[in-house]
């Protein structure tokens, strides 16, 4: 059984990381954390092992959250406007969270890793919301899920850089309509 002062220190631990990570980034040290939090590193390290252990267990209830909404989405009756809003809500969620930002493009936390680790496959409902959107012929053909997920890192870079509070809707606009075939009014 836990004592009832370690459950306080971890649940402290992740409270503060997880607005340490939102706010700074992956780049914040487990030591700072800790300072944060008011506990000693050896703390940190006994809960969660490895700094990578620490943003797993605040990204696995991030990723959830995601693939929620991208399961309902998929259940939709527009292919299109699911991939689309689910581009948007990646977009708003990388935003609000550097941490998750960073880890959806790639920088210094496997994400793809987090997710399968968790048994969601959040990669897998963004590139079914695409392929789906492209058999309704509303998403170019000749599009690949790498290209989306490079579009997504540049509307997360812009979001970081902007003192535009609406580059990000610009952005995704510009997206959707460069995504949209040719022939599309």
Do not use: W, Y
């Amino acid at each position: 059984m836990v004592r009832a002062d370690a459950q306080r220190n971890r649940a402290k631990v992740l409270r503060v990381a997880i607005e340490a990570f939102a706010a700074d980034g992956l780049a914040v040290p487990v030591h700072e954390i800790a300072r944060r939090a008011g506990v000693g590193t050896g703390t940190v390290s006994r809960h969660f092992p490895t700094k990578e252990s620490l943003f797993q267990a605040i990204v696995s209830a991030r990723v959830e959250h995601l693939v929620e909404r991208a399961r309902a989405l998929e259940a939709g009756e527009d292919p299109a406007e699911a991939f689309f809003a689910f581009f948007a809500a990646m977009a708003a969620e990388g935003a609000l969270d550097r941490g998750l930002a960073d880890a959806l493009t790639g920088a210094g936390f496997d994400i793809d890793a987090a997710a399968e680790a968790t048994g969601l496959d959040l990669n897998g409902h963004f590139d079914r919301l695409l392929t789906a959107a492209q058999a309704a012929g509303e998403v170019r053909a000749d599009v690949d899920f790498a290209d989306v997920k490079a579009l997504l890192a540049g509307c997360l870079a812009r979001e970081r850089t902007a003192a535009d509070p609406a580059a990000r809707d610009r952005l995704i606009a510009v997206v959707r309509t460069g995504l949209r075939p040719e022939s599309h009014p």
